[in-house]
């Protein structure tokens, strides 16, 4: 069972909801994006760092980390990473990358998670992009730390 499934008919669905996980977000946090190539993730992803670091302002470009693998954004003292680890072949990758240092200091969002493994420490937030019939739904689920705010969300919806 899902804690919470968002259906998401258009591009401006998924950008709702990663305004509502953007005012949601604190330091130690870890949102992992899973889901086929073209699902939406970096849609998502961008859409929180354009909502909460640069006030949606038009002016900031967040690309895509699939070849640098990683992007760092600061603004007032505020710190977010945005990975894509899809292009990632091993361990040695994963720690040059020390993606904990960023959770340390700030908050982290990683498309195409799946070889982070279980020592990282973080608040986890999972959610799954998953298209059916056309449409795309975002299922959501507390991976440790996160399921009074999911609560709190789908309180409000
Ligand atoms: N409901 C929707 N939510 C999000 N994106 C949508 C939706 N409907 C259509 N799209 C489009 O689908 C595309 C999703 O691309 P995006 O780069 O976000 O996917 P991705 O999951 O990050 O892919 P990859 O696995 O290659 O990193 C965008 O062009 C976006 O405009
Ligand atoms: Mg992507």
């Given at each position: ?64 980390p ?12 505020r710190?977010i ?26 908050s ?10 279980s ?39």
């Amino acid at each position: 069972m899902k804690d919470l499934i968002i259906r998401s008919e258009r591009v401006q669905d998924t950008e709702k909801f990663a305004n509502v996980i953007a005012s949601l977000i604190k330091k130690h946090d870890l949102i992992l994006l899973k889901g086929e190539l073209g699902s939406g993730k970096t849609t998502f992803a961008r859409s929180i760092i354009n909502s909460k670091y640069f006030a949606n302002d038009v002016g900031h470009i967040v690309p895509s980390p699939t070849f640098s693998l990683l992007q760092t954004y600061e603004f007032n003292k505020r710190i977010i990473g945005h990975a894509d680890l899809y292009r990632v072949q091993n361990k040695e990758e994963m720690t040059v990358l020390d993606l904990q240092k960023i959770i340390d200091e700030g908050s982290l969002i990683v498309e195409w998670p799946e070889i982070i493994d279980s020592t990282i420490s973080a608040n986890i937030l999972n959610i799954n992009f998953e298209i059916q019939d056309n449409t795309l739904n975002l299922l959501v689920d507390d991976g440790g730390g996160w399921k009074d705010r999911i609560r709190s969300i789908s309180l409000k919806s």
